[in-house]
């Protein structure tokens, strides 16, 4: 007992003299229009610091960051930094006009925000109109000083950015379609780390090699940086072990794909244990309703040291696009490592019941094509986007701006799943719904089958939520309450109401401030599948929001 206490102490002693206090890390992002890489026919796409995908911010938990942003563009633009808890830093958040007005070209802007009791791979992104297309990177956040992760140490790191590419112009692209109110196009390929693969037209030459070493371990950090994508992903006659999703610990579990919507991170373990050899690595897109998608496959290849050249690939069988079940398979083992160290501190007593309808519509426009757009809603209520931020206007009283009185419920009840109305029009406004500080919320999201039901990776900002029950058809709040996971559930920002069906959730809504919930397949964003939540401020100044940086972006 005696040398326990010694060598803990010698442990506090040794970590307090080495490292005591977070570090305070530095990053100068430029956002300009430069191709590095003139793959598929395109040139000058808008990168940070010249790079696609842009660069990996590393720091450690409890690290503050400041990113200076410098847009030298020709467009306006924010970044925001998907998945960090933004604790009393509302003002980081990036979401144009929710949280800032936009960094308009020639303008800077410093994000200075605290990374506080979280660690794992998170991703930024560019948060203004289709820009986060080529705007956007990795952010890997190590644990503290001294702490372990809760599964073996790997050999090395590795991450992998998934993502779309387009031959035109996204920003052209998507101001047409609106006009239009038609359907965006989809992209030409899927990159793997920015590149495509094997895609006829789109060849680079080179594509992106995971290089192994007999017998290591391999942690690989996946990022779904794609805008309306969700993913496959796969490497050939391997398995992974998945540890970590969205910056949360999970109970490890083995697999052999990977199911990733857009927004979305896995660390997953690889043991590199077959033989010798070049094996394919692939990811391929997930759809299962009647939608027109990119339906390439991106590839890449892990390889083994000393591999012969011109060794055979090693293939591996692509799942195909409607495949449900696999879906399923991944999200259905996903759970939360609950443990003494990592307890999973899910809300037993709800103070907001909220329900919540998720689906698209149609409106009438009479300056679109066919007399109508295609709209998106959430409570059939379309989100306009203001003209100054939420977050100044809540700040500032300033009033004109948003009414809070987004419905904690639908218009009416119909069987959302089964017979949608034959009206399929939408109401709108720049609604919020207000919470109290430290107030527990309970969300059920709703997929409708107005036009057709499909799935929607929804992400929250701000906040981590337990995902405590997912289901097919219509959401029966007696029945499948009685169901709910509050046990282990796994804690993500970004989380998938499933085609005809449900998800619930659970969080605690205490960081003031106005938060964004959002379709992350940027097309229904688009239409309007948006709303925020507008959280009080508690008592004293550690429950509240503090006033905003002096170089906040004005509109
Ligand atoms: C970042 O914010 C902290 C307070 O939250 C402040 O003390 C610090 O000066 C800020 N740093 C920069 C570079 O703005
Ligand atoms: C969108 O299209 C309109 C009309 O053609 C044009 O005035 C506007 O500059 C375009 N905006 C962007 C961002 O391309
Ligand atoms: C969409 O794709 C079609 C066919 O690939 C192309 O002709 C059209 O120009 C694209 N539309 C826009 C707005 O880029
Ligand atoms: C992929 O999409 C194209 C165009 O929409 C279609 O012609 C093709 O059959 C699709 N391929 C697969 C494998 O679904
Ligand atoms: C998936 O699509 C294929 C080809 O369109 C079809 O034959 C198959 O029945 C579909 N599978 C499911 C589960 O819907
Ligand atoms: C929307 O509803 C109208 C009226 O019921 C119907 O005519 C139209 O076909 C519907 N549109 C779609 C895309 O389903
Ligand atoms: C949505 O709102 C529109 C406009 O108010 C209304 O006509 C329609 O019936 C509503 N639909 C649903 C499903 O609530
Ligand atoms: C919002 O709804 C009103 C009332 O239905 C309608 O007149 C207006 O055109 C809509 N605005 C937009 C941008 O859809
Ligand atoms: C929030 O509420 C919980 C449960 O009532 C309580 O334990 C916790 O101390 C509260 N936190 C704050 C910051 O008030
Ligand atoms: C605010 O938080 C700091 C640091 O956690 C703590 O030292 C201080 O006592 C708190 N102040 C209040 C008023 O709760
Ligand atoms: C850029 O943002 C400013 C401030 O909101 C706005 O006035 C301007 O119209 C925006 N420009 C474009 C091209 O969206
Ligand atoms: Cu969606």
Known sequence: MRCIIVFITLL?????????????????????????????GRKDIMTVNGKFPGPTLYAREDDTVIVRVTNR?????????????????????????????????????????????????????????????TVHGAIVIFPKHGVPYPFP???????????????????????????????????????INGHPGHVPGCAT???FTLHVETGKTYLLRIINAALNEDFFFKIASHHFTIVEVDAS????????????????????????????????????????????????????????????????????HIPPPNSTLLTN?????????????????VPLFIDHN????????VNPCETCVNGVRLVAAVNNVTFLMPQISLLQSHYYNIPGVFTDDFPANPPFVYDYTGKPPTNNQTSNGTKVYRLRFNSTVQLVLQDTAVIA????????????????????????????????????????NTFGVPNGGWIAIRFRADNPGVWFLHCHLEVHTTWGLRMAFLVENGEGPNESLPPPPSDLPQC
């Open 12 to 40: 506090i002693v040794l970590s307090c003299g080495v490292v005591v206090e977070s570090l305070v890390r530095h990053y100068s992002f430029i956002v300009l229009l430069k191709n590095e890489r003139k793959a598929c």
């Open 73 to 133: 563009a020709n467009h306006n633009l924010t970044i925001h930094w998907h998945g960090v808890r933004q604790l009393r830093s509302g003002w980081a958040d990036g979401p144009a006009y929710i949280t800032q007005c936009p960094i308009q070209p020639g303008q800077n802007y410093v994000y200075n925000f605290t990374l506080s009791s979280q660690r794992g791979t998170l991703l930024w992104h560019a948060h203004f109109s289709w820009i986060r297309a």
């Open 153 to 191: 140490h790997p050999y090395k790191q590795k991450t992998i950015i998934l993502g779309e590419w387009w031959k035109s112009d996204v920003e052209a692209m998507v101001n047409k379609s609106t006009q239009l109110g038609q359907p965006p196009n989809v992209s030409d390929a899927q990159t």
């Open 205 to 207: 030459k080179r594509g």
């Open 249 to 316: 610990y999970t109970k490890p579990f083995k697999t052999n794909t990977i199911f990733i919507s857009p927004g979305q991170t896995t660390n997953a373990l690889v043991r590199a244990h077959r033989p010798i050899g070049k094996y394919l690595i692939a990811a391929s897109p997930f759809m299962d309703a009647p939608v027109a998608i990119d339906n390439l496959t991106a590839t890449a290849f892990l390889r083994y040291k000393r591999t012969p050249k011109n060794s055979p690939i090693v293939f591996t």
């Open 329 to 345: 398979q991944f999200t259905d083992s996903l759970r939360s490592l609950n443990s003494e160290e990592y307890p999973a501190k």
């Open 354 to 361: 909220l329900f919540f309808t998720v689906g698209v519509g």
């Open 453 to 492: 039901p499909e799935s929607h990776p929804i992400h929250l900002h701000g906040f981590n939520v337990f995902i405590v029950g997912t289901g097919l058809g219509n959401f029966d709040p007696i029945e499948d309450w009685k169901g709910f996971n509050l046990v282990d559930p796994v804690e993500r």
